[in-house]
């Protein structure tokens, strides 16, 4: 046989180009991770400015957790329960303007925990127990641990989700 110049034996490999490299990127890659840096460090802040406005709720979370472990025991039970409108009346001068909620007490009271976000179970029955405690006249033997802690649960339910006038979802 001879060689003949377009036999297969005289082929070679294909020679490959090297890899095109990463770098330098193109400028729309620059762009997209500024954007991205920006829009982080928007929701940082979003996030901080969220955590600061919501400081007051997380407080009163924690003193209403310290007045649940009171309740559980009948000789500091009265006690501890009387001071339930006092922190609730705090968490809603943190959300609201003074004016608005500082004269407040009675049935104008528990309409605006109800509107705000108890679903009316002040105005149904623990707005008058509220009211009984504030003032120091609701006996030891009313109060049972359960009904104590239902009210415990209805004041930490209005504590996390209530809304004041103009806020959105918090």
Same mark, same amino acid.
């Given at each position: ?13 294909? $020679?490959? %180009? %090297? /890899? $095109? ?8 890659? &620059? ?12 929701? @940082? ?9 919501? =400081?007051y709720r997380d407080l009163a979370l ?12 009948? *000789?500091?039970?009265? #006690? ?5 409108? $006092?922190?609730?009346?705090? $968490?809603?001068?943190?959300?609201? %303007?003074?004016?608005?909620? *500082?004269? @407040?007490? #009675? ?12 679903? !009316?179970?002040? !105005?149904?029955?623990?707005? /008058?127990r509220l009211e009984r405690l504030s &003032?120091?006249?609701? /006996?030891?033997?009313? @109060?049972?641990?359960?009904? *104590? ?6 004041? =930490?339910a209005w504590i996390r989700g209530h809304?004041? %006038? #103009?806020? !959105? #979802?918090?």
């Amino acid at each position: 046989m001879s060689a003949d110049a377009t036999s297969l034996a005289n082929l070679h490999d294909i $020679v490959v %180009p %090297p /890899p $095109v490299s990463w770098w330098p990127l193109a400028w729309g890659w &620059y762009l997209l991770g500024a954007m991205l840096l920006a829009g982080l460090a928007w929701g @940082l802040v979003r996030w901080r400015a969220h955590r600061r406005a919501n =400081r007051y709720r997380d407080l009163a979370l924690s003193e209403l957790d310290a007045l649940s472990a009171s309740v559980g025991d009948p *000789a500091r039970r009265s #006690g501890a329960l009387s001071t339930l409108p $006092v922190l609730l009346k705090r $968490v809603a001068l943190a959300a609201w %303007p003074r004016g608005q909620i *500082a004269g @407040l007490s #009675g049935a104008a009271w528990w309409r605006v925990l109800d509107e705000s976000g108890a679903d !009316g179970v002040f !105005g149904k029955g623990h707005g /008058p127990r509220l009211e009984r405690l504030s &003032y120091g006249r609701e /006996p030891d033997t009313d @109060l049972s641990e359960t009904e *104590a802690q239902d009210l415990l649960r209805a004041a =930490r339910a209005w504590i996390r989700g209530h809304r004041a %006038p #103009g806020q !959105g #979802g918090r």
